[in-house]
């Protein structure tokens, strides 16, 4: 089974530009999710979706931050503008579903990581 | 708010149990424990969850206190590539899971 795939592997941008991310979830995942992992601390999610639905954006930062994904497939998530702060991993995982019982099925990815200068 | 309590760190010599806790005092009754670890530089790992019984699986052992307020996840023989964070976490209440994350345990183990 391919696990969640993730591009691009690392990125630099200056403060100000923009930056999207893409995520390709496992075949049959409905549910997405994105996190924000800022070195040294843990996951910190910012949105779910379940197919092409928003679940949960309540932590994302709407105001730079939006992520999509059309057909209930594939996901972006874009920051725009940067800022220093935002330097970080970026996670996609997917699961089965919503319920705790699906969670055999949540995987992450390897992640991208930004580094805003 | 990660709402369990992790050591930050740990370690262990190879070969020996590796015994990391976790207290989460505020779990409900039907909310399941999650062990999840992360490899420098890769993404969080599923290892185990259960809610009341302990489990057993391929990776690890999970011991879970008969009032659910703390567990132990136990790598029974530590090879140098459990050398990683080890999350301890619960679902949000409602039945929805999304897995939040505190800062873990890290655990070395050393020759």
């Known amino acids: 089974e391919a696990g969640v795939a993730q591009s691009p592997r690392y990125k630099i941008i200056e403060k100000r530009q923009s930056v999207a991310f893409w995520c390709n979830p496992i075949?049959?995942?409905?549910?997405l999710y994105w996190y924000q992992q800022i070195l040294g601390q843990g996951p910190k999610l910012l949105i779910q979706?379940?197919?092409?639905?928003?679940?949960?954006d309540s932590q994302l930062p709407k105001d730079r931050f939006s992520a999509e994904r059309l057909k209930g497939v594939d996901s972006t998530l874009k920051i725009q503008p940067a800022k220093l702060e935002d330097s970080a991993v970026y996670l996609c995982?997917?699961?089965?579903?919503?319920?705790?019982?699906?969670?055999?099925?949540?995987?992450f990815g390897s992640g991208t990581r930004l580094t805003v200068v | 708010d990660a709402k369990t309590t992790q050591p930050p760190s740990m370690d262990c010599a190879e070969g020996r149990a590796a015994n990391l806790p976790c207290n989460h005092s505020?779990?409900?009754?039907?909310?399941?424990v999650y062990w999840y670890r992360q490899i420098h530089s890769q993404g969080p790992q599923y290892i185990i969850h259960?809610?009341?019984n302990n489990e057993t699986n391929e990776m690890a052992s999970l011991i879970i206190t008969e009032d659910r307020k703390s567990s132990t996840l136990i790598l029974p023989h530590a090879t140098l590539r459990d050398t990683a964070v080890y999350y301890c976490?619960?679902?949000?209440?409602?039945?929805?899971?999304?897995?939040?994350f505190g800062r873990g345990t890290s655990l070395i183990v050393h020759p």
């Open positions: 995982a997917s699961s089965l579903g919503l319920t705790a019982q699906a969670n055999y099925g949540y995987t």
């Open positions: 075949s049959g995942h409905a549910t």
């Open positions: 979706f379940q197919n092409n639905g928003v679940v949960d």
């Open positions: 505020t779990i409900s009754g039907n909310e399941y």
């Open positions: 259960g809610l009341k």
């Open positions: 976490i619960k679902p949000l209440s409602g039945g929805s899971y999304i897995p939040t």
